[in-house]
């Protein structure tokens, strides 16, 4: 009896000592579903980096990174459920690589106090930290992708767009609306005539909207697109003989498998890019400690790839604003509060990159209290077919402020006075 | 003549071609409901599987790769060889007359006098699982379908009719492959009211949509009639999942194109192949020149929402739709 007394209480003091801590991140990921082939790859990158920082440098200042992956099925009422079912676990920050659920996650991570970083996509005035608090969308957002993409037509016509026809193709969706303000501030600008065109959910059928395209002419054609809808649409581009010089995409219709379906047509098709692409040192050690040890995310086939590149780029800077949190507050376990405060503070040099193995991989950019939307500056980049390869085409490009800022501050401002918010950083 | 009108000529021959590939689609829903009365939601997913097959077969992957090398820490992708086309559509073919006796041996067999919500929800199952299925055999990367079909617009149409309109025409702009898919349909449905009409299996197919019971008591088995049906669906579902997955990769979405079919088989009626290409016609063209008159005035995109309009407008008329048989029953 004695000994059973004694096992049980040495059991219940085990079982109630410290846990291991453990940094967690989790992955609302999309593997499945329609749009499966872009959310694939973002989550291998996601998800492999921090396997490496756990193999390579046994954790995020010694403690072990812990990712959890949900399936969201890019279906923004499962990306909530995903939230709820993990948030509990310690979360420390979200990436939902969706403007649906980020939508829909806004005003919980501010309710519960968890970092939401939406890379690119997203809400755009949630670059304005004086009122979205928990909201971050460094180092670009949809307005500067617009902005940038201007600014590289308006460089290639000798500074002039006056005399220039523009057309939108735009995903039917929140995303897709997202960059239509912009265009039209920018036209008023640069005296372009803009057209906008939308494509419904999925976008398998757009020979209206390519007929349209046809029989107006435009110059240029931008793309805001994701999934089938960019595949459909260069082979559409490719049908009526658009010139795929002139067809650009934003850094959601840019990767691989958006033109490899149209095979030698696509050749010439651009897109814009945030993160750049080529081989980076950090993935012959994403081989050495990840997939050689069979802990890789996927099946290994998608390293370097766009996607994955930019997954890794969003769990590099995830990592990176851990250690700054660590930093400020001198504790290697880290909250999502203290999250938030790395987040703030984080800053990407050309030599903290080069350091970490992704040299260039991003523009350098800080984030403050105020500004949580970094530098917003991004490339073009035109497809070689031939090669199969993505080229860059140009260094990053500074989008235009001037158009910009007065947007964020007007639409986040709006956001502040429907939901009585405090402005902070005063 | 007038550049708008030409125009809108050029809309409608190209609503003729989306139709075509529409009543594609539809052809395999009217083939099941025509034969057992069941709505088989899985048809669109029947269109991606066939058209992963037809990849996987093609370029030499190997089956399963992923879980083979996840459990036995291989690393095998490919076979290594590539198949020509026509042998990698007839070894799909019979991938899907073997998927065909698999459903009828675990799932149909079992359900039979079921209330036809029952079988309803069964297709819906089915659809699930096959999708998951083929994404576990084949991947879920977006794969290049290429079966030597012509893409992009026929350049010899555009000089020919360029002289019709005035300095802003531009020519009609027909792509070839929409013209293969017409033609594919057409040589499709010919063959299909062949084979009911003057085959023995036709017929026997035949006398089971009529009436079960009376084709039973005659001998006709209908265990047999629903592998050949499921078949011929499976074959039809190849055809389009060739047809879309040229234009866009195939790809999970694919088996949305059955959104495509859904108001054509509520135009044409559930029930008759005429119907199913009638009904994807209209729908084309309806959906097509309403987008280019009416869209432009109220933001575009408008086709997903108008195809449907476009049927409910016709069921209120024709609840059967346009060719389906009026079912009266009595108390």
Same mark, same amino acid.
């Given at each position: 009896?004695?000994?059973?007394?004694?096992?049980?209480?040495?059991?219940?003091?085990?079982?109630?000592?410290?846990?291991?801590?453990?940094?967690?991140?989790?992955?609302?990921?999309?593997?499945?579903?329609?749009?499966?082939?872009?959310?694939?790859?973002?989550?291998?990158?996601?998800?492999?980096?921090?396997?490496?920082?756990?193999?390579?440098?046994?954790?995020?200042?010694?403690?072990?990174?812990?990712?959890?992956?949900?399936?969201?099925?890019?279906?923004?009422?499962?990306?909530?459920?995903?939230?709820?079912?993990?948030?509990?676990?310690?979360?420390?920050?979200?990436?939902?690589?969706?403007?649906?659920?980020?939508?829909?996650?806004i005003p919980?991570?501010s309710?519960?106090?968890?970092?939401l970083?939406?890379?690119?996509?997203?809400r755009t005035s949630a670059a304005n930290g004086e009122v979205f608090e928990w909201v971050f969308n460094?180092?670009?957002?949809?307005?500067?992708?617009?902005?940038?993409?201007?600014?590289?037509?308006?460089?290639?016509?000798?500074?002039?767009?006056?005399?220039?026809?523009?057309?939108?193709?735009?995903?039917?969706?929140?995303?897709?609306?997202?960059?239509?303000?912009?265009?039209?501030?920018?036209?008023?600008?640069?005296?372009?005539?803009?057209?906008?065109?939308?494509?419904?959910?999925?976008?398998?059928?757009?020979?209206?909207?390519?007929?349209?395209?046809?029989?107006?002419?435009?110059?240029?054609?931008?793309?805001?697109?994701?999934?089938?809808?960019?595949?459909?649409?260069?082979?559409?581009?490719?049908?009526?003989?658009?010139?795929?010089?002139?067809?650009?995409?934003?850094?959601?219709?840019?990767?691989?498998?958006?033109?490899?379906?149209?095979?030698?047509?696509?050749?010439?098709?651009?897109?814009?890019?945030?993160?750049?692409?080529?081989?980076?040192?950090?993935?012959?050690?994403?081989?050495?400690?990840?997939?050689?040890?069979?802990?890789?995310?996927?099946?290994?086939?998608?390293?370097?790839?766009?996607?994955?590149?930019?997954?890794?780029?969003?769990?590099?800077?995830?990592?990176?604003?851990?250690?700054?949190?660590?930093?400020?507050?001198?504790?290697?376990?880290?909250?999502?509060?203290?999250?938030?405060?790395?987040?703030?503070?984080?800053?990407?040099?050309?030599?903290?990159?080069?350091?970490?193995?992704?040299?260039?991989?991003?523009?350098?950019?800080?984030?403050?209290c105020a500004d949580h939307g970094?530098?917003?500056?991004?490339?073009?980049?035109?497809?070689?077919?031939?090669?199969?390869?993505?080229?860059?085409?140009?260094?990053?490009?500074?989008?235009?402020?001037?158009?910009?800022?007065?947007?964020v501050e007007e639409d986040s401002m709006a956001y502040a006075s429907e939901n009585n918010i405090d402005l902070r950083c005063q | 003549?007038?550049?708008?009108?030409?125009?809108?000529?050029?809309?409608?021959?190209?609503?003729?071609?989306?139709?075509?590939?529409?009543?594609?689609?539809?052809?395999?829903?009217?083939?099941?409901?025509?034969?057992?009365?069941?709505?088989?939601?899985?048809?669109?997913?029947?269109?991606?599987?066939?058209?992963?097959?037809?990849?996987?077969?093609?370029?030499?992957?190997?089956?399963?790769? /992923?879980?083979?090398?996840?459990?036995?820490?291989?690393?095998? /992708?490919?076979?290594?060889?590539?198949?020509?086309?026509?042998?990698?559509?007839?070894?799909?073919?019979?991938?899907?007359?073997?998927?065909?006796?698999?459903?009828?041996?675990?799932?149909?067999?079992?359900?039979?006098?079921?209330?036809?919500?029952?079988?309803?929800?069964?297709?819906?199952?089915?659809?699930?699982?096959?999708?998951?299925?083929?994404?576990?055999?084949?991947?879920?990367?977006?794969?290049?379908?290429?079966?030597?079909?012509?893409?992009?617009?026929?350049?010899?149409?555009?000089?020919?009719?360029?002289?019709?309109?005035?300095?802003?025409?531009?020519?009609?702009?027909?792509?070839?492959?929409?013209?293969?898919?017409?033609?594919?349909?057409?040589?499709?449905?010919?063959?299909?009211?062949?084979?009911?009409?003057?085959?023995?299996?036709?017929?026997?197919?035949?006398?089971?949509?009529?009436?079960?019971?009376?084709?039973?008591?005659?001998?006709?088995?209908?265990?047999?009639?629903?592998?050949?049906?499921?078949?011929?669906?499976?074959?039809?579902?190849?055809?389009?999942?060739?047809?879309?997955?040229?234009?866009?990769?195939?790809?999970?979405?694919?088996?949305?194109?059955?959104?495509?079919?859904?108001?054509?088989?509520?135009?044409?009626?559930?029930?008759?192949?005429?119907?199913?290409?009638?009904?994807?016609?209209?729908?084309?063209?309806?959906?097509?020149?309403?987008?280019?008159?009416?869209?432009?005035?109220?933001?575009?995109?408008?086709?997903?929402?108008?195809?449907?309009?476009?049927?409910?407008?016709?069921?209120?008329?024709?609840?059967?739709?346009?060719?389906?048989?009026?079912?009266?029953?009595?108390?």
């Open positions: 009896m004695r000994l059973r007394l004694a096992t049980f209480a040495l059991t219940a003091l085990i079982a109630a000592g410290p846990a291991m801590a453990e940094l967690v991140f989790p992955d609302l990921s999309y593997r499945t579903g329609p749009y499966a082939a872009g959310g694939t790859p973002f989550s291998d990158g996601y998800q492999d980096y921090f396997s490496l920082v756990n193999e390579r440098d046994g954790g995020i200042g010694g403690v072990k990174a812990r990712v959890i992956e949900c399936e969201t099925g890019y279906n923004t009422e499962k990306g909530v459920e995903c939230y709820e079912a993990t948030k509990g676990e310690g979360a420390l920050i979200y990436q939902p690589l969706s403007t649906g659920i980020t939508y829909q996650l919980k991570v309710a519960d106090e968890i970092p970083h939406t890379m690119g996509y997203g460094y180092p670009a957002n949809y307005w500067d992708a617009a902005s940038v993409a201007i600014k590289y037509l308006s460089d290639e016509n000798g500074g002039d767009l006056s005399d220039k026809k523009i057309t939108l193709l735009y995903h039917n969706s929140a995303y897709g609306k997202e960059p239509i303000r912009t265009l039209e501030e920018l036209a008023d600008k640069h005296g372009y005539e803009l057209t906008t065109i939308a494509v419904d959910h999925p976008g398998q059928e757009q020979k209206s909207q390519w007929l349209q395209i046809r029989r107006e002419r435009p110059d240029y054609v931008l793309m805001w697109g994701w999934g089938v809808m960019n595949q459909v649409a260069v082979q559409e581009a490719a049908n009526i003989r658009f010139p795929m010089e002139n067809f650009i995409g934003n850094w959601w219709a840019g990767a691989e498998h958006d033109v490899t379906p149209a095979g030698a047509a696509a050749d010439g098709y651009k897109s814009l890019n945030m993160n750049r692409i080529g081989d980076l040192p950090v993935f012959d050690d994403i081989k050495t400690y990840v997939h050689d040890k069979g802990m890789a995310a996927g099946d290994g086939s998608n390293v370097g790839k766009v996607l994955y590149t930019r997954g890794m780029y969003a769990a590099v800077l995830a990592v990176e604003a851990a250690k700054t949190a660590q930093e400020i507050h001198g504790t290697p376990d880290i909250t999502a509060a203290m999250m938030r405060d790395g987040m703030e503070a984080l800053e990407m040099t050309a030599a903290k990159m080069e350091a970490l193995g992704v040299p260039g991989i991003g523009p350098e950019f800080s984030v403050s970094g530098s917003g500056q991004g490339i073009v980049q035109q497809w070689d077919a031939d090669a199969g390869k993505w080229v860059a085409l140009t260094d990053y490009i500074q989008p235009d402020s001037e158009v910009i800022a007065p947007l | 003549m007038p550049d708008q009108l030409l125009y809108g000529i050029e809309v409608m021959i190209n609503g003729l071609m989306a139709g075509v590939l529409y009543a594609l689609v539809a052809l395999g829903f009217v083939l099941i409901f025509k034969a057992s009365g069941i709505f088989n939601y899985a048809q669109g997913v029947l269109a991606l599987f066939a058209a992963l097959t037809l990849v996987g077969l093609q370029q030499g992957q190997v089956p399963f790769a /992923h879980l083979i090398n996840a459990i036995f820490g291989t690393e095998i /992708h490919h076979f290594g060889w590539e198949l020509p086309a026509i042998v990698a559509i007839v070894l799909t073919m019979g991938v899907m007359v073997l998927l065909a006796i698999v459903i009828e041996k675990f799932i149909l067999k079992h359900l039979v006098n079921q209330e036809p919500i029952i079988l309803f929800m069964a297709t819906i199952g089915l659809a699930y699982f096959l999708e998951g299925f083929g994404d576990i055999m084949w991947g879920s990367d977006i794969k290049t379908l290429d079966v030597g079909l012509p893409q992009g617009g026929s350049i010899w149409i555009e000089e020919k009719t360029a002289a019709l309109g005035g300095d802003g025409f531009y020519g009609f702009f027909i792509d070839r492959l929409d013209i293969v898919a017409a033609l594919v349909a057409a040589l499709l449905v010919i063959s299909l009211t062949l084979f009911s009409q003057f085959s023995k299996q036709g017929r026997a197919l035949r006398a089971v949509a009529d009436d079960h019971q009376a084709a039973l008591s005659v001998g006709i088995s209908l265990r047999f009639i629903w592998v050949l049906v499921w078949s011929i669906a499976g074959f039809v579902a190849l055809v389009a999942g060739i047809m879309w997955g040229a234009k866009s990769g195939v790809q999970f979405s694919l088996s949305l194109i059955a959104l495509k079919a859904l108001p054509v088989l509520m135009l044409g009626g559930f029930t008759s192949i005429p119907g199913a290409i009638v009904g994807g016609l209209i729908i084309g063209v309806g959906e097509k020149l309403f987008e280019f008159t009416i869209g432009p005035m109220v933001g575009g995109a408008t086709e997903n929402w108008f195809a449907y309009v476009l049927a409910l407008v016709f069921l209120v008329f024709r609840p059967q739709g346009l060719f389906g048989e009026k079912i009266i029953e009595r108390v």
